[in-house]
């Protein structure tokens, strides 16, 4: 078995496994990508609750759009420049980054909630058009925040040193953010971090044992 970070793209490719797993992740991201924006609006048509989160309750909301995408697209540019580099661990990563939307779109499906009172509407320049896009601001997609989670995903998938304690210590910084803004509930927030553990570990089930295997012959 080779080391995760020794194996180089022009080896990677050599490995069949490697090539469909790659082919079949991209394109299953694309296909999810053309279908949230439905998804969504009809996340955002639905009646749901409020929660009571003593939290938010006791934190001002104020709009920090600008601090929260600059923490999260220049963790999103981190990760992505490291893991360009390291071909096993951008496949299982994108594995995960598939499992995590999965699941966020059954717990969407499952708990139906109303936005938090004195939500400040974030402002994404890129999602808002490319992902989101819609007549109405999309507010209901709230358990479990997508932003803290991703930074958290991108944490794990890089290797250990000065670049995962970043991309920690952003998610963290997320996770606050979006609560000043009143964007989440505090638990959707702290829920964050139990699903990317989930998808983590089901992207190595499914990755890391049949990938990855060093070729005996040249």
């Known amino acids: 078995m080779l080391p995760v970070d020794s194996l180089t793209w022009p080896a990677a490719w050599r490995h069949s496994a490697f090539r469909r797993r790659l082919i079949v992740v991209v394109a299953l991201l694309l296909l999810l990508a053309s279908q949230l924006p439905r998804y ?11 929660l ?14 600008g601090a929260t995408f600059a923490v999260i697209y220049l963790g999103i540019g981190l990760g992505v420049l490291t ?23 059954l717990t969407l499906l499952l708990l139906p909630l109303e936005p938090p009172p004195g939500l400040v509407l974030l402002r994404d320049p890129l999602v808002d058009q490319l992902i989101y896009a819609a007549p109405a601001p999309i507010t209901k997609d709230l358990f479990f925040s997508g932003h ?5 995903l991108l944490a794990l998938a ?8 970043v991309l920690l210590a952003g998610a963290v910084a997320i996770g606050a953010l979006v609560l000043v803004q009143h964007a989440h509930y505090t638990y959707d927030v702290l829920a964050a971090p139990l ?5 983590w570990w089901a992207s190595g089930a499914a ?4 990938s990855f295997r060093a070729k005996t012959q040249p």
Request: with cysteine; net charge positive.
């Open 40 to 50: 969504f609006a009809w996340v955002q048509a639905r009646p749901g609750r409020v």
């Open 52 to 65: 009571p989160d003593p939290l938010l309750a006791w934190l001002p909301a104020h709009d920090v759009s």
């Open 83 to 105: 893991l360009l580099s390291r071909p096993a661990r951008l496949l299982r990563a994108l594995w995960a980054y598939l499992g995590l939307h999965g699941l966020r779109c």
């Open 148 to 152: 803290t989670a991703t930074l958290l």
């Open 158 to 165: 890089v290797p250990a040193g000065w670049r995962r304690q």
């Open 195 to 199: 699903f990317v553990g989930l998808a």
């Open 207 to 210: 990755v890391e044992r049949t």
